[in-house]
């Protein structure tokens, strides 16, 4: 705690998430709150211990450990239908209840996370310690002490800790030593900004009391308006919890996921930053809110997505990302002064991604926006007329190669699941203009959506081994296929995909996909995607198995139970609090960025989809 080296952090499965719909923090099961990016998902990190436990910067309030005390349990939990988190520490001695939410829903919102330390039975000394590191832990800090509290002062941002407990600082990190009885509590907020005096945001219990009512009074309203009332509601409620959270409330775009450069593979070098706006992901995560009843934050993100393309040259193709402003996404670097979570080198933020070809993403923006013409709100003319412009330019460039959804960097290839996404964009938008009977080139639209159906038959398809494959001419196999079904490119019992999902059920040594019902999305000695290291298996593409499994039961009804038990499977690799990571790692460990909004949303449509072939009984 004074300079000596920390204990390497607790794993990514070990945190619970709360946030503002502006930005998210982690807070692990010990009190450490090792995750915080400052204001927005896409700023520099202020604390990041969990990809630096020595560098990173850190917010720890846990029980201190005193000679001769007895052990401490931690147990932590999510208040009922809330992202209000509660970690408790046992002992013999007593029971500790520490608090984390920021504030939502109040008359004066504030910027600030709150961490409420109470004791319920007992007696129990605690110590705090803030230790910020802004700028992914490359700026220096001042520490300037004020009453009730201190403010923590760098070039690029300021914040201050509030709080009536004693503070001491040796210039860079702050601490307090207390010991409370029990019906006691301490209060510290982490507020934006560098006040003159802190005497009025620190707060006492009744204080921080009202915020919690009114944070839970908000989480409780928003997720009211959920339609969803199948089995596994609990594991539902908590995937759409965890989607809002990765919403940003002010121009309603919706990020992959709060962290950067958590990895795919342990000390490997699969480390990506997540915090911005795949079109891919957030137009998936659009239909998985309108599923279960959440048209406000579907349509925060069509406005959101009609304002980027609006931006875009009459030639020029739709980016696929952008930062939280509609910007381009930052330059990818890496920050080599960080080990990276558990020395998994290199530590990257921004992505390079940002500039690949991925011809997929017409697909999932044009299912998107049909399925919320559907069952949101009408889209309007000039909406379609961005996106017949973005029609057609696909008509001119399906053909190309592309880097598709995996991201590869081994070069472009004829990807199937591109190819199948682009007969997607097609459909949906020739469905949209006869629906709406808006103007189009429908003659040219139907002549190529049929072109690329056939050419996917003839060339996507593998006779030898009597499966669809990753790409044209390949013999290797590719989870994405799944979504064939899914898209209705395909009929769930055509007898190519039966023949494609009971290959991918099979295990690897046998030239499958899968282990223990759990999918790998490609085997990556196989494809060759220009990486090093070998990763886990990829929960959406667990989840898309069992649609794909499900559908297929309207002639195969033993293909039902086998989808229920690998979803059931399945769900038992959720973290304590219910949460996916992007993949399941060999030992069972969560591995790359957390939490997934790819995992959760595909776990909410596999749900929903599921439950109703089950039907109102077992």
């Known amino acids: 705690m004074n300079g000596e080296k920390t204990a390497r952090p607790p794993a990514i499965e070990d945190h619970g998430v709360i946030g503002d719909l502006r930005t998210v923090a982690l807070v692990a099961?010990?009190?450490?709150?090792?995750?915080?990016?400052?204001?927005?998902?896409?700023?520099?990190?202020?604390?990041?211990?969990?990809?630096?436990?020595?560098?990173g910067g850190h917010f720890r309030i846990q029980p201190e450990?005193?000679?001769?005390?007895?052990?401490v349990v931690h147990k932590q939990f999510y208040w009922p239908d809330t992202n209000v988190l509660v970690t408790r520490f046992y002992s013999e001695n007593g029971v500790g209840e520490l608090v984390d939410f920021m504030p939502l829903g109040t008359q004066?919102?504030?910027?600030?996370?709150?961490?409420?330390?109470?004791?319920?039975?007992?007696?129990?000394?605690?110590?705090?310690?803030?230790?910020?590191?802004?700028?992914?832990?490359?700026?220096?800090?001042?520490?300037?002490?004020?009453?009730?509290?201190?403010?923590?002062?760098?070039?690029?941002?300021?914040?201050?800790?509030?709080?009536?407990?004693?503070?001491?600082?040796?210039?860079?990190?702050?601490?307090?030593?207390?010991?409370?009885?029990?019906?006691?509590?301490?209060?510290f907020a982490l507020i934006e900004g560098a006040p003159s005096s802190?005497?009025?945001?620190?707060?006492?219990?009744?204080?921080?009391?009202?915020?919690?009512?009114?944070?839970?009074?908000?989480?409780?309203?928003?997720?009211?308006?959920?339609?969803?009332?199948?089995?596994?509601?609990?594991?539902?409620?908590?995937?759409?919890?965890?989607?809002?959270?990765?919403?940003?409330?002010?121009?309603?775009?919706?990020?992959?996921?709060?962290?950067?450069?958590?990895p795919e593979s342990p000390g490997g070098g699969r480390n990506w930053d997540y915090r911005f706006v795949w079109i891919r992901d957030a137009a998936f995560t659009v239909y998985a809110l309108l599923r279960i009843g959440f048209s406000d934050e579907a349509g925060g993100f069509m406005r959101w997505l009609e304002q980027r393309i609006a931006e875009l040259g009459p030639d020029e193709p739709l980016p696929i990302m952008f930062a939280l402003d509609g910007s381009k996404v930052p330059r990818e670097e890496e920050l080599s002064h960080l080990a990276g979570y558990r020395d998994s080198r290199p530590v990257r933020i921004g992505?390079?991604?940002?500039?690949?070809?991925?011809?997929?993403?017409y697909g999932e923006l044009m299912d998107g926006v049909y399925l919320y013409n559907k069952h949101g709100a009408p889209i309007s003319y000039d909406f379609w007329n961005h996106l017949r412009r973005l029609t057609n330019w696909l008509c001119d460039n399906w053909r190309r190669k592309d880097e598709s959804i995996w991201e590869v960097r081994s070069g472009r290839q004829h990807f199937v699941y591109?190819?199948?996404?682009?007969?997607?964009?097609?459909?949906?938008?020739?469905?949209?203009?006869?629906?709406?009977?808006?103007?189009?080139d429908l003659a040219r639209w139907i002549r190529e959506r049929d072109a690329m159906f056939e050419e996917i038959m003839d060339q996507g398809w593998c006779q030898e081994r009597g499966t669809f494959v990753q790409y044209y001419g390949a013999r290797a196999l590719d989870a994405s296929v799944l979504l064939m079904p899914l898209v209705f490119f395909l009929s769930p019992v055509d007898p190519r995909m039966l023949s494609t999902v009971e290959l991918i059920r099979k295990p690897p040594k046998e030239g499958g996909l899968t282990s223990d019902g759990l999918v790998f999305r490609y085997d990556t000695e196989a494809s060759q995607d220009g990486l090093t290291g070998r990763e886990g298996?990829?929960?959406?593409?667990?989840?898309?198995?069992?649609?794909?499994?499900?559908?297929?039961?309207?002639?195969?009804?033993?293909?039902?139970?086998?989808?229920?038990?690998?979803?059931?499977?399945?769900?038992?690799?959720?973290?304590?609090?219910?949460?996916?990571?992007?993949?399941?790692?060999?030992?069972?460990?969560?591995?790359?960025?957390?939490?997934?909004?790819?995992?959760?949303?595909?776990?909410i449509s596999a749900a929903y989809n599921l439950d109703r072939a089950l039907g109102a009984g077992d």
């Open 198 to 262: 802190c005497a009025r945001q620190a707060m006492g219990h009744e204080s921080a009391e009202g915020l919690f009512r009114d944070t839970v009074v908000y989480w409780r309203h928003w997720l009211s308006q959920c339609t969803y009332r199948g089995r596994w509601r609990e594991v539902v409620y908590r995937s759409a919890l965890a989607l809002k959270l990765m919403t940003f409330e002010p121009s309603g775009a919706i990020v992959a996921s709060p962290t950067c450069s958590l």
């Open 537 to 603: 298996t990829f929960n959406l593409c667990t989840f898309w198995l069992v649609e794909a499994m499900t559908r297929a039961s309207v002639t195969r009804p033993d293909l039902l139970d086998e989808a229920r038990l690998l979803f059931e499977r399945m769900l038992g690799y959720a973290s304590h609090l219910g949460l996916f990571a992007e993949q399941t790692g060999p030992a069972g460990e969560a591995l790359g960025n957390f939490p997934q909004a790819l995992t959760h949303l595909s776990l």
């Open 351 to 361: 992505n390079e991604a940002a500039n690949h070809l991925q011809l997929d993403i």
């Open 29 to 55: 099961t010990d009190g450490t709150l090792d995750w915080l990016c400052f204001p927005h998902f896409d700023s520099p990190t202020v604390f990041a211990a969990l990809l630096d436990a020595d560098k």
């Open 65 to 71: 450990h005193l000679p001769n005390q007895p052990e």
């Open 108 to 187: 004066e919102p504030v910027r600030m996370v709150v961490r409420r330390i109470r004791v319920v039975r007992g007696e129990m000394p605690f110590r705090m310690e803030c230790l910020p590191a802004f700028n992914y832990a490359r700026d220096e800090h001042s520490v300037r002490v004020l009453d009730h509290g201190v403010s923590f002062l760098s070039p690029t941002l300021n914040l201050t800790l509030a709080t009536k407990a004693k503070l001491e600082t040796d210039g860079k990190r702050v601490t307090s030593r207390f010991t409370l009885r029990e019906g006691q509590s301490m209060v």
């Open 418 to 440: 591109s190819k199948m996404m682009c007969w997607v964009a097609l459909d949906r938008a020739i469905r949209l203009a006869s629906k709406r009977s808006f103007p189009s």
